[in-house]
């Protein structure tokens, strides 16, 4: 997948010792990616394209939520990530069994009507590079308001200011002509999903994008991405068959840990130097936070007030999901 637009580059390419992108530098590249069409001719469009819009704008989301974490990851040519799973390790069939069988017994999916939008609090704590392989650890909130149609992203602030300028704020980029997906789903789609681990499982393959990364790598990042923004849109049905195809997925992990007194289930991807990594609530096999490790050299400096991480931890957040009426912040939720 190419794109020759100098900012789309830059963010998608940063290297590691570069600091994190300017508020200027995201906004431009947030108005130039809404501005993007597909209105090619389907037949001719090369098929390494038909994720264009959804993998550029979750690549500019992620930027904004996974401070350096983003930029280290090094690609296919890396060495083999080396740190070690951290927490009480899980056979994956037991752990996905966990989870699946209490999302059956879970809420139904929230609904959203419309005007409404589905608010993302991530409260958490990610890397900033301050130097040649130094990163400081800082702590991070993101409020984010997507739009159901494509849960694109109409603004995102800090808490304090708005992270998204320009007209391309307030507003959100169609869905693809390819239609929605799991990187841009829709609720009325993720109804119609079938409650089968075998046909979810080719669907999620069938999904991603080609890149440096293996498919299985490419799929759970991509999954990745949608929990944070879309769990609250699963029918139970459909989350449990979810979890039961992930079985699937060459190189997936599971482990149990507690963080701040409260039991998760991460399942985690590795690749060469990065793990993605998604945390549930094993009592409802709901998606509560994320975390991204990185196992090249880099000194990681502490930060007053900063929880204990485990090892090679350059993000970890944990997020609410609800469905509120425009851009207002839902009752008992206060800027930082």
């Known amino acids: 997948?190419?794109?020759?637009?100098?900012?789309?580059?830059?963010?998608?390419?940063?290297?590691?010792?570069?600091?994190?992108?300017?508020?200027?530098?995201?906004?431009?590249?947030?108005?130039?990616?809404?501005?993007?069409?597909?209105?090619?001719?389907?037949?001719?469009?090369?098929?390494t394209r038909r994720w264009l819009i959804p993998v550029t704008a979750a690549a500019l989301v992620a930027a904004l939520i996974g401070g350096a974490a983003l930029w280290l990851k090094p690609g296919a040519d890396g060495a083999p990530y080396q740190a070690a799973v951290n927490g009480s390790g899980l056979r994956l069939s037991d752990a996905l069994d966990i989870l699946a069988d209490a999302a059956e017994k879970g809420e139904p999916a929230a609904a959203v009507g419309p005007g409404q939008l589905v608010f993302v609090k991530i409260d958490g704590w990610a890397a900033r590079?301050?130097?040649?392989?130094?990163?400081?650890?800082?702590?991070?909130?993101?409020?984010?308001?997507?739009?159901?149609?494509?849960?694109?992203?109409?603004?995102?602030?800090?808490?304090?200011?708005?992270?998204?300028?320009?007209?391309?704020?307030?507003?959100?980029?169609?869905?693809?002509p390819d239609g929605p997906s799991f990187y841009v789903p829709t609720p009325q789609w993720l109804a119609g999903l079938p409650a089968d681990p075998d046909r979810l499982a080719k669907l999620l393959t069938d999904t991603v994008h080609d890149s440096k990364w293996s498919t299985p790598h490419e799929v759970w990042s991509m999954m990745e991405g949608f929990y944070t923004s879309?769990?609250?849109?699963?029918?139970?049905?459909?989350?449990?068959?979810?979890?039961?195809?992930?079985?699937?997925?060459?190189?997936?992990?599971?482990?149990?840990?507690?963080?701040g007194g409260k039991r998760y289930i991460g399942l985690r991807h590795v690749e060469q130097q990065s793990a993605d990594e998604v945390l549930f609530d094993p009592s409802t096999g709901r998606a509560v936070g994320k975390r991204s490790l990185y196992g090249g050299e880099m000194e990681l400096l502490t930060t007053p007030g900063q929880p204990i991480l485990d090892k090679g931890v350059t993000f970890q957040a944990f997020f609410t999901q609800e469905v509120v009426t425009g851009q207002r912040l839902p009752e008992g939720v206060r800027p930082s």
């Open 1 to 47: 997948m190419r794109n020759d637009d100098p900012d789309i580059l830059a963010v998608r390419s940063l290297p590691p010792s570069m600091a994190d992108p300017t508020e200027d530098s995201v906004g431009r590249t947030w108005m130039k990616m809404s501005r993007i069409r597909a209105s090619r001719d389907r037949a001719t469009r090369p098929a």
């Open 230 to 259: 879309s769990d609250l849109l699963l029918s139970p049905a459909v989350r449990a068959a979810l979890f039961r195809s992930y079985t699937a997925i060459d190189g997936l992990q599971a482990a149990e840990m507690t963080i």
């Open 129 to 176: 590079i301050t130097g040649d392989r130094v990163a400081e650890m800082q702590p991070q909130t993101r409020l984010i308001w997507h739009d159901p149609h494509g849960m694109n992203a109409v603004e995102i602030t800090d808490g304090k200011t708005s992270m998204l300028k320009g007209s391309g704020r307030g507003t959100a980029a169609p869905v693809t």
